[in-house]
């Protein structure tokens, strides 16, 4: 929590004003623009905590997921398309989205999203607060999105559902991007760390970025309990040099550290 990832996707999609740099979708600057001129430009965010149209039906918050579609005639195709990704919706498709539970829910703030049939998909914590079955349901669904075509930017807290189903993934810490990479290779790294199979030398590369992050925090964070600070540090972070002992031949501390991936 607090990485920065809801703030990121809130700026892509024109929610919060960019405050420095710039957002750039298919070649042309999209910072600065309205929500409403975003999603005609071909992105679609289905939001952390859904943001559904209670008092409204099922099918009602998914037409309104139509609205940007210059052509109107598409609608009932887009309509077709999402009962078919989620039945259940074809099922409630008359229910008040208010009396829905939150897997059904989470599938409705994605079917929105689709309506607006977006070359980018953005979803910010799909997984949040849902019964495992269900997450496993919905990414399966996004699995399959993807292999139908559909680009898809996913902020997740799940370690290993956010490295199963990147190509390519971003570790955000306090707002800056502290690790990037293909998404396997950091997923390899990970399970060897979390394991506890890795030894100090194998896991060198993944302890000196978080090193370095660590260093970043402790320099923004230097007037408040340094001190405090620096041990921790010392503590939970293996020296890259250090020679691993018969007890210390693993790194189950960096577990700690490496959580944000």
């Known amino acids: 929590n607090g990485a920065g990832k809801t703030t990121t996707l809130n700026a892509i999609a024109g929610i919060v004003p960019v405050a420095a740099g710039t957002v750039s979708f298919d070649g042309a600057s999209i910072g600065g623009l309205p929500a409403h001129a975003i999603v005609r430009k071909g992105l679609a965010l289905s939001p952390e905590g859904w943001r559904l149209f209670t008092q409204q039906s099922v099918e009602n918050n998914l037409l309104l997921g139509a609205t940007p579609l210059p052509d109107r005639t598409r609608i009932p195709h887009l309509l077709e398309r999402v009962y078919a990704v989620f039945p259940r919706l074809a099922e409630r498709r008359h229910q008040r989205a208010g009396t829905m539970s939150g897997g059904e829910r989470q ?25 495992p079955a269900i997450v ?9 999105l993807h292999r139908e075509g559909q680009t898809i930017l996913l902020a997740e807290q799940s370690v290993d559902l956010a490295l199963e189903a990147a190509d390519h993934a971003y570790v955000l810490q306090v707002g800056r991007t502290v690790l990037e990479g293909p998404a396997k290779a950091m997923a390899d790294s990970y399970e060897a760390i979390s394991s506890g199979n890795t030894t100090i030398a194998q896991a060198a590369p993944v302890v000196d970025e978080m090193q370095t992050a660590a260093a970043v925090l402790r320099a923004r964070c230097s007037g408040l309990h340094s001190t405090r600070a620096n041990v921790n540090s010392a503590s939970t972070v293996p020296k890259r040099r250090a020679q691993p002992t018969a007890e210390s031949n693993s790194v189950r501390s960096v577990v700690l550290v490496c959580r944000p991936f």
């Open 136 to 144: 496993d349901t919905m990414y399966v669904v996004f699995a399959a």
């Open 107 to 131: 599938m409705l703030a994605v079917g929105r999203a689709l309506m607006s049939e977006p070359q980018l998909l953005m979803l910010d914590e799909p997984s949040l607060g849902l019964a």
